[in-house]
DNA sequence: TCTCGTACCGAAAATTTTTTCGGTATACCC
DNA sequence: GGGTATACCGAAAAAATTTTCGGTACGAGA
């Protein structure tokens, strides 16, 4: 059974807020989930680049966190659902404001790391 | 000299976000930050759990993305100072939401994965 | 002189995260 | 049977991050 490496950090709000989200996909995860919830295999086709090993890790610790809930239907092919919980919903004003910060500087970073410099 | 791993990320405007922001000290960084600039050892001195090494490394991408900018006194010994940049403070917004967050959600977690489980 | 402090950086080790690959099991369709 | 698909997980490899350790250089003070 796989074990996060590093607890969530209860010292400091701001890095108990970051330990929750900040690793690679967590944050689109929570994103993707915000309409309905979602099959692992529909998260993957939502977001491709992300390896559905590591959707699956990272959604088991959204899950063992609390801010995503994870829904079993005994079905044959097998069948779950993960949707979000009213504390994973809590942060979607948080993704929200990340998601505005990075539309309105796109284009900055765009011409700063972009093909053309 | 260092170059970053993996660059900032163009394609999603959450990702770009994240990107800034994501490794373990940066977002304190900027909160230390925010009232006025700090010398290296100041900033260590605020957050002793972090090594004055890995400090380093991540005011200098702070610095390489805008968000911080980097003043070197020419005295000795030497003195240098780093502060917020404009695009750094316009996300103070968001770092206020995360420990707003953080600090609303602090005793759950702390019964969660506290000392008293 | 010796020690402390400042700021910085290289190199290697250690740690953590992510990827890759393979496997479990079931049912459907051709 | 052989192909698709579903969900899940272990193990090892790869990659990225962070730590540790050492070093540069200079001045202040005992």
């Known amino acids: 059974m796989y074990e996060r490496k590093i607890p ?4 400091c709000p701001l ?3 970051m330990s929750l989200i900040d690793s690679k996909w967590k944050s689109c995860i929570l ?12 998260l993957h086709r939502q977001l491709p680049e992300a390896t559905p090993r590591v959707l699956d890790l ?3 610790e959204l899950v063992e966190d609390g801010l995503v809930a994870k829904t079993i239907y005994a079905e044959l092919p097998p ?8 504390l994973g919903a809590s ?4 993704i929200d404001a990340m998601i505005a910060w990075g539309q309105s500087h796109a284009d ?8 053309r410099g």
């Open 8 to 11: 969530v950090d209860l010292d």
């Open 15 to 17: 890095r108990l807020t």
């Open 31 to 42: 994103d993707e989930l915000r309409h309905r919830p979602l099959r692992p295999s529909e």
């Open 58 to 60: 990272q959604l088991r």
């Open 79 to 86: 069948r779950s659902e993960y949707s979000l919980t009213e």
């Open 91 to 94: 942060l979607l004003p948080l």
């Open 108 to 115: 900055l970073f765009e011409r700063k790391y972009g093909p």
